[in-house]
Every structure is written in C-alpha cells, then in structure tokens.
C-alpha cells in the first residue's frame, strides 16, 4: 500500500480547483499535483493560490513534465520557485513523487480516493518533511497528546518557532504543550533524550536563557498565558507563563492594579519570574518575585507540585530567582499593587564628557524618591560627544511632582529631546512590538556582560567612560535599584543581590574582546543579574549565587533534579553530579 495519497489536478479546468483541493485536504490525503497542460492556467500563480486556500496539503508541480517549465526562461522558472518554496515551505514539492496519485475533476473523484487510502495516522508527516528530521530525536515518539501541536523542522509553523528575540536556532522538535500535564508528557519525552539540548521557552526573550538551539528540543510553554483573578479584595492574580507582561498589564489595568515587572512589554512571565524582575515599578514595590504568592511547577521526574511560604518553602525561595533550574512553572500567583496614572519619561541627552554624566546620574539617582526610577542608556562616543538616553517612571499621577522628580535627570547632560506623559502603567508596557505569526526573527548569539553595582563611585565612572571608548560595548545599561528591592531580606529569596545602586548591562559584538573589557571592571561590582548574563564561564555562576546560596540551591537540584534534566540557563548541578 502506498505511503501517500493524493489528487491531481487539471490547469486547463479551473473552476473547481480550490475546492477539490480543500476537500482533499480535509479527507486527510497528502498532496495535491498540479498537471502542468498547455492552455491551461500558470501553474505557480495556481500553487500559490492553493497554497493560501489550504493549511498543510503538499503541493506538486512535477518540474520535469511541466509544460511551462519548457516555455520560460530557467532564471524565471528558478525565481517562482524559490518564492513558492519560501512561502509554502516544505509543503512545496517539485521532485518525483512515491505516491498514490488518481485525477481527480469532481468532489466525488476525491471522495472515492480519500475512501481508498482508508483510515491512516493523520498526524504522521510527509516524506518531504520527514526528509528533514534531525538524529537523535525519535519523533514516532511523540506523546499522543502532543503530536498535533509539535512542530519539527519540515513543518509550515517551524519559522515562527525556530528562533528567539535575541537568537537564531534550528531546533529538532518544538513541543507545545498547553497544561500541566501535557508539560509532564513532554518532560517524558526529554528525559528520553537526554542526549539532544533541552530548552524551555515561554515568551523567547531570554538572554542567559537558551530558549532555542540546533537539533534539540523546547518546550513552549507559549500557549499557557491565561490571567484570571482569584481573590479580588486580596488583589490575588494567577497567571500563566506564556502572558508577556504587555498582557498582564492590559489585564491588570482594567480592576485599576499593576504589577512590577521589566522595562519591555513583550518579555514573558515564565522566564522574569523565575529569575527576579528588575523594572521600573521596583524601588516602589520590590521586584516581580516579591510580590509572588505561590508557583506551580512540574518537576524533572512530571511531578506536578506547588510552592508557596507554607507549601515547599525550599522550593519558592529556590524558583525566586534560579527558577529555571527546578521545573517548568505552569502558573504564577501574584498580589498585585493597585495603580494610578504615572509620568512616563524618555528624554535624550548629549553629553561632551560621559564620565561626569555617569557621576551626576549617579548622585541623582542616589537622591531619587522611591516613586522614581530612571535608566540610563549610552552607546560609544562618537568624536566625543555621547547620547545618553534616559527613560523612567515616576509613579505619582500629579504632573507637578513628575516634573519636579525628572528635573534632576534632566539636567545631567544637555537636553536634546524630551518626552514626559501621564499615562497607565499598561500604556508603558504596550510600547513593546507585537511578535507576528512568523514568530521571533532572532540570529545568532547575544553577546552580554551583566554585574550588580554596589555604589556608581567616580572611579567607576572613568572605567566605564574608557570602556565606551574601546567601542567593544555598543549599548551600556544602567537600571537603577534601591527602595523597595531591599525590603526584603537578601535570604528570604535565591535572588540574592538586594542592595547594589544599579544593575549594569554591556552588549557588544564580539565575546572575547567583551569579557577582556568587562572584566578589567570586576573590582567595580558585587554579583551579577543572570537575567542579562551570556559568559558561560564558571565563575559567573558564583557571581549570580553566592557560595552559601549556590549549595543550597545544589542540594536542593538534588532532590528535585537530581539526573540535570533542566540545563538551559545558568545551570546548577545537583550535588551528586
Ligand atoms: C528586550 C528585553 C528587555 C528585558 N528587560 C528586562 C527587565 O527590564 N528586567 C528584567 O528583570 N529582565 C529583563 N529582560 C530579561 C528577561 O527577563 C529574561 O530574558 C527572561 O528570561 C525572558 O523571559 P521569556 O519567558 O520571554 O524568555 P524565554 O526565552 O522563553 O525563556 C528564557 C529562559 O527562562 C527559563 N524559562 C522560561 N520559561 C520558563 C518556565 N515556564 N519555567 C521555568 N523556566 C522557564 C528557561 O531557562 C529559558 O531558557 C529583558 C530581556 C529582553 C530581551
């Protein structure tokens, strides 16, 4: 019996092309080819309308039968389909085909076929998909509940999850599951190929976080984003890993509430969650894992547990900032904070010398209120002259006060631009980009340094100025700390570093020449935020979790992860390994 089935269709009989086609790919078959006859329609044009009337049939245009292949010019005939072939994908096929093929002119034609190839695995893929699997990875054993959503790298969604905001991938298989116990499903099937990368991925915006690789798996936990309130006096949220804080914060704004989260809307809970949450309501309100109640997480082994205070307490001080090493989080419980309007500020400054900019920045943002917090943003000095960019909030809805709040900032520089609003904490975050359906457009690897900041000293300020010099560093970040994130005491949380004046980010291009530059300034700092950390080497692990922190977080790997299933971000061995 063949392996696939399909209809062919005559170019010189257009009326009921497309509808022949849909049923045939609703009846299951495989392809529809498209016979190529003189005086009959283009059969590119054709494919491409099918290909927009149909979701997953292939289509053929055999290229050595084809009667127009014979007319054009080769240079055309390659353009048309390189087209198709980047906008149909693998569904695609202008090769020699092993298939059951029978014409097919009426309704009844590919009723009579759909009934002859008979009750097949609907899920099973085409051969021209199958032809691009990667090694190691058995896709005939995919859990049955994930089979219809997983995509592998042959399939027309693979574009719009093979990559991350800030990297290329090419994994091997994409599981997406949509509740805890698919999530249980798909950790069987890794723990059953543990010789392949793991990544999981909520919302792709990781940076330490290896959301995506080359021919392993990820589990996109992307469809689990819901956001339902639980107790609307106690102002309790419970929220799924996939919501990006855009979506929370739209949610929230409508019951006049807010939630801490990072300066950038598309960002996912799943990953900031886990790790910590440095953003602009923090010297008010703390960061994001402060105002957790309780997580819900499956574990290594597809255990499905909760953690909170009173509910494996070990476990809710480890996800609060090394999250990523314990488990898939399925949802978070928040209380969050009410809300009134707040000033939104993005001013652009010049500065002729950044070193005294980075000094008064400093001695401003050490006599902020709590209300206000102001990033600093700076690239290399072109013929010495820097752009700083500031951008902050100040969560007061009285103009007057933001205004007296900003004017400080304002001043440490010559004001270029400025642009101050009242507006809600949601509008703030919808600023990010929506992520289209082709997904996150990623290419290569990010190249970041991140380090915690005790005191922004003169001294730092001439480091940090020669090292915008070098130009290795083409965005240099300064995110203001202080206030509420030392509320909480530094063990309370496995985020440890609670009361550096700022978190300093660099991105560069090249990795050895950042980390040369980077680390002639390591006497300047005290730990670094891993959220904003690429160096692999070693010792940063140390540097995110000190020696005391990092055993226990060891002993705790042990028994929750003992085998290091979850390895994708900043990973802590179990204590036995
Ligand atoms: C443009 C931009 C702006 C940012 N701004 C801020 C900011 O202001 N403040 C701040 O604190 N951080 C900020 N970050 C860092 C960001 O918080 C982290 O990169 C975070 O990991 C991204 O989460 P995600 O779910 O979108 O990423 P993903 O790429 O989906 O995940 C990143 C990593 O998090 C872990 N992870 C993801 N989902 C889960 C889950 N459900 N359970 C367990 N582990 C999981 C995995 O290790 C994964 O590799 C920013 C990042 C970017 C790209």
């Known amino acids: 019996m063949a392996d696939e089935w399909g209809i062919e269709l005559s170019l010189a009989e257009p009326g009921t092309l497309a509808a022949l086609a849909e049923r045939a790919e609703a009846g299951g078959l495989d392809v529809v080819v498209l016979k190529d006859e003189d005086n009959g329609l283009d059969p590119w044009t054709t494919a491409a309308w099918l290909a927009g009337r149909t979701e997953s049939i292939q289509i053929a245009i055999p290229r050595e039968t084809g009667e127009t292949h014979k007319k054009v010019s080769p240079a055309m005939a390659e353009k048309a389909l390189d087209s198709l072939a980047l906008l149909a994908g693998t569904r695609l096929i202008t090769t020699a085909l092993d298939a059951e093929i029978a014409p097919a002119t009426t309704l009844d034609d590919v009723d009579r076929l759909i009934e002859k190839a008979g009750d097949r695995d609907r899920s099973r893929r085409p051969a021209a998909v199958r032809a691009l699997r990667r090694d190691g990875i058995d896709y005939d054993d995919i859990p049955a509940s994930l089979r219809k959503t997983a995509i592998e790298p042959g399939d027309p ?5 093979r990559s991350t905001y800030l990297r290329g991938g090419s994994p091997g298989l994409v599981l997406r599951p ?101 953003g602009l309501l923090s010297r008010q309100h703390g960061l994001t894992i402060d105002r957790l109640r309780a997580v819900e997480l499956t574990t290594a082994d597809g255990t499905h547990v909760r953690a909170s205070a009173q509910e494996n307490p070990d476990l809710f001080w480890a996800v609060r900032g090394a999250g990523a090493n314990f488990g898939v989080a399925t949802a978070f419980e928040f209380e969050v904070e009410e809300t009134d309007k707040v000033g939104w500020a993005q001013l652009v400054l010049v500065s002729p010398d950044i070193e005294q900019t980075l000094v008064e920045f400093g001695e401003v943002a050490r006599a902020a209120d709590r209300d206000t917090t102001v990033f600093l943003v700076t690239g290399p000095p072109r013929q010495g002259q820097s752009v700083v960019q500031l951008y902050g909030l100040v969560d007061n809805p009285d103009p007057e006060i933001v205004v007296e709040r900003l004017t400080p900032f304002a001043q440490t520089g010559l004001l270029a ?23 996150h457009h ?12 005790p005191v922004l000293t003169p001294e730092f300020a001439q480091d940090a100025a020669r090292l915008l010099r070098t130009g290795q560093v083409y965005f240099f970040q300064l995110r203001h700390m202080g206030g509420a994130i ?16 700022f978190q300093v980010t660099a991105m560069g291009g090249d990795r050895a020449a950042l980390n040369n530059a980077w680390d002639r300034l390591a006497h300047h700092f005290d730990g670094l935020y891993l959220s904003f950390e690429t160096d692999t080497r070693p010792e940063r692990l140390t540097d995110a979790f000190p020696p005391p922190v990092l ?24 204590r036995e390994i």
């Open 157 to 161: 969604g693979y574009r719009g999850v």
């Open 178 to 278: 949509a509740n805890p116990a698919e999530v249980a499903d798909a950790l069987s099937f890794a723990r059953r190929h543990r010789h392949v990368p793991l990544g999981i991925r909520s919302a792709g915006h990781g940076v330490s976080g290896r959301s995506t690789n080359d021919g392993g798996l990820v589990i996109d936990v992307s469809a689990m984003n819901e956001i339902t309130v639980l107790d609307e006096h106690q102002r309790l949220v419970r929220i799924g890993p996939g919501a990006t804080w855009k979506q929370v914060a739209a949610a929230l704004d409508e019951h006049g509430w807010a939630l801490g989260s990072g300066d950038y809307g598309g960002v996912g809970v799943g990953g900031l969650a886990t790790a910590g949450g440095i």
């Open 417 to 439: 631009q400025q642009q101050v609003v009242l507006t809600s904490y949601a509008q703030v975050m919808a600023e990010a980009a929506d992520v289209g359906p082709n997904g």
């Open 442 to 453: 990623g290419r290569g690897e990010p190249v970041t340094r991140s380090a915690f900041l």
């Open 486 to 501: 030392a509320d909480t005491p530094a063990g309370e949380t496995a985020f440890t570093h609670r009361t550096p004046e």
């Open 551 to 574: 055993e226990r977080l060891r002993g705790l790997k042990n028994d929750y992860d003992p085998t290091n299933l979850f390895r994708d971000n900043f990973n802590v061995k179990p």
